[in-house]
């Protein structure tokens, strides 16, 4: 089965620098990955997806950048905001009709 | 509001009392999950379906764990004789289907068991 393993629980930054959000995974056949944002009592929100067939995909302030040899996923965040203090979760998908698995998160706290 | 939504927010049960839990799926998905959430932890996958076909279940959902989803559109899951393990957040995704596409959290039940 899958594992999502967590490179750092929490993470500080200041406000306006950028974040890197890590992530590993551990079935080499997983296709899909989400990166979510939980902000305290709410349910994740979408930030992101990409697929195997991509190394990097770019949102608005976001970049999820994907290392399918070494099975890593980060997630980066320009010009952090106070906003963007949450939970970020990552979460795998393996091919075929199987469930999201989730990372433990890392909780984001930003400085101003 | 066209997201998915999930009724009631909160719920404090004693022991052993049954609990039924509602989720309502954006509405043109036909495929809604179930998980669960600890203080710390990720979301850990309980079920599935696509359209009323319950799928999958995991291994954490014991007997006392039930999930119907009966005309494909809004989904119950239901515990039976709660015990205090069971407190948690449970989060109800919905998605289109399809093997890669993005799924949408509602805002999650807590469960308090005393």
């Known amino acids: 089965g899958e594992s999502v393993g967590l490179h750092l629980p929490t993470l500080s930054v200041q406000e306006g620098d950028n974040s890197i959000i890590n992530c590993a995974y551990s079935n080499s056949a997983s296709d899909y990955f989400i990166w979510y944002k939980q902000e305290s009592g709410k349910g994740p929100q979408f930030i992101i997806d990409?697929?195997?067939?991509?190394d990097k995909r770019q949102g608005q302030r976001v970049t999820v950048l994907l290392n399918k040899t070494v099975k890593h996923l980060s997630l980066q965040i320009a010009a952090t905001q106070p906003g963007d203090s949450a939970v970020y979760f990552c979460?795998?998908?393996?091919?075929?009709?199987?469930?999201?698995?989730f990372g433990k998160g890392t909780r984001l706290s930003v400085i101003a | 509001d066209t997201g998915v939504s999930q009724d009631p927010r909160h719920k404090i049960t004693k022991r052993g009392q049954n609990v039924t839990f509602r989720c309502d799926p954006i509405s043109e998905h036909n495929r809604l999950y179930w998980y669960r959430q600890t203080l710390g932890q990720g979301p850990e996958f309980l079920t599935y379906f696509q359209n009323e076909a319950q799928l999958e279940k995991s291994r954490l959902l014991s007997d006392r764990f039930s999930a119907e989803r009966p005309k494909g559109s809004f989904s119950t899951l239901e515990i039976q004789r709660t015990e205090q393990g069971d407190s948690a957040m449970y989060l109800c995704?919905?998605?289109?289907?399809?093997?890669?596409?993005?799924?949408?959290f509602g805002q999650g039940t807590r469960l308090t068991v005393v």
């Open positions: 979460a795998v998908k393996a091919s075929g009709n199987t469930p999201l698995v």
């Open positions: 990409i697929r195997s067939n991509m």
């Open positions: 995704a919905s998605s289109l289907g399809g093997l890669q596409t993005e799924a949408f």
